[in-house]
């Protein structure tokens, strides 16, 4: 309970950041958001396959992959809006590696 509460008190710092975090490769470091779900790990997006949703810059390894995330982004999104679940957790904002 006391982990659910850390967590909503630390939305409002979560809300002055990006809403997704993003780097010059993408959100997501550029990794395929749909591979997670489909192949179980981080697959390399490629840049001609991309689409803008929720303030970023997101990469596909498939047209097919784009179309699954187009079609329901909010279930491929990262949670915390890429963010470390820890960190927000504890009321502060940290990067991710798609590896980890």
Known sequence: MALIG??????????????VFST????TRGSDPVAYFSEYRAVKGKPDISRS???????????ENQAAFASAPERYAPAYGGYC????????????????
């Open 85 to 100: 679940a820890y960190a927000v957790a504890n009321g502060y904002t940290a990067t991710t590696d798609p590896e980890a």
């Open 6 to 19: 850390a967590i909503l008190l630390s939305l409002p710092a979560l809300a002055a950041e990006s809403p």
């Open 24 to 27: 010059d490769t993408g959100a």
């Open 53 to 63: 949703w929720n303030g970023a810059v997101w990469h596909f390894s498939s047209d």
